[in-house]
């Protein structure tokens, strides 16, 4: 249903449905298949975002169009085929257990609200589901983004979609927006939680490599804030796992074209560490809550060969917070704080309160 053309509404009357609340947990985006067709459709999406790619316009259409995709589409494909699950992709795979846990835990704790999932870039889009969430009868949305890390690049670019969406609906529900929650004791603690599991399962390396997704150096110029909430992220990890200085180091990884990116660059450090004598080393990804192409084909793949042969003996990838119980729990409350003052449970319908008077009748009959 499209809310540009909603039926009309009549002042004073009574909305079908009741006040309800929502969250929209809106994650980057992934093919819908991983063939080259699907990966056209999804890169042409994601690489005209003009918060993505700061070229001008004119001169990136021809670059686009005209080499990355006539060329990219096949080789993303091949990448994304050898992390392909049964369900689909990682990213959607993981974003959508995410939702669908999220709800249950803030049932749990006293608030039934409703839990969607979106892609910024390809399918379910934001739009459809804020169309769904607008025809069930929500009218207030938490828009909670699956990035830890604010980034013009990705944050920012979610909310674009939210208000281009809003820009064509009459009635428009209440809104309040994540930014960041980088330095969030929940998160990490939930990060620090995973890797301590996977330490004392397989004990621990020499070092400590948190990889990052990179973003282009002159977004820090112009002051996104991404590079520092990174560095902030890494070093509030460090201290909950007691690791001195001297035992991580921070990287960004997913370099894309010539201009020069924030460094260290991954792979590279990597190679570096084991011609440098390192012999082992964990790698974990605090900017990604699932896994995806970008952790389990370019850093447990890529990288790992990459080290391995330089010389490195052990790589061990450790992956993300996925369906972590204390995640899932860290992020419940952090949605919780964010919906402070909203009503989050919905009126029950005749039939539960039905059953709930009988029940009472029922009580005071025995008593």
Known sequence: MSFATEPPFTHGQAPKALATTAILLCNLGTPDAPDAPALRRYLGEFLSDTRVVEIP??????????????????????????VW???????????????????????????????????????????????????DGVTRVLILPAYPQYSGTTTASVFDAVYTWA???????????????????????ALAGKIRNHWQTNGQSEQLVMS?????????????????????????????????????????QSR?????????????SLIQMAQSGVK????????????????????????????LEAGGKTFTYIECLNDSPQWLAALSELSIRHMGGWPTQSAPDAATLAA??????????KQ
Request: proline fraction near 6%.
């Open 57 to 82: 316009k004119a001169l990136w259409w021809l670059i686009l169009h005209g080499i990355i995709l006539r060329t990219r589409p096949k080789k993303s494909a091949a990448k994304y085929a050898s």
């Open 256 to 268: 894309f074209g010539k201009a020069k990116w924030l460094e260290p660059y991954t792979e590279p």
């Open 212 to 252: 990052f997704h990179g973003v282009p150096e002159r977004t820090l110029m112009l002051g996104d804030p991404y590079h520092c909430e990174c560095h902030k992220t890494a070093r509030l990890l460090a201290e909950e796992l007691g690791l001195p200085k001297t035992r991580y180091k921070v990287t960004f």
């Open 280 to 307: 082992s080393v964990d790698v974990v990804c605090p900017g990604f809550t699932g896994d995806c192409l970008e952790t389990l084909e370019e850093i447990s793949m890529e990288a790992r060969h990459a080290f």
């Open 85 to 135: 699950l049964p369900e689909g992709s990682p990213l959607k795979v993981w974003t959508q257990k995410q939702a669908l846990m999220l709800r249950g835990y803030l049932g749990q704790r006293g608030h039934p609200v409703e839990v969607r999932y979106a892609m910024r870039y390809g399918n379910p889009s934001i739009a459809s589901q804020l169309d769904q969430l607008k025809a």
């Open 356 to 365: 709930s008077r009988a029940a009472a009748l029922a009580l005071g009959a």
């Open 167 to 189: 820009a064509k609906v009459r009635r428009i529900p209440e809104f309040r927006f994540i930014n960041n929650y980088h330095d969030d004791a929940g998160y990490i603690k």
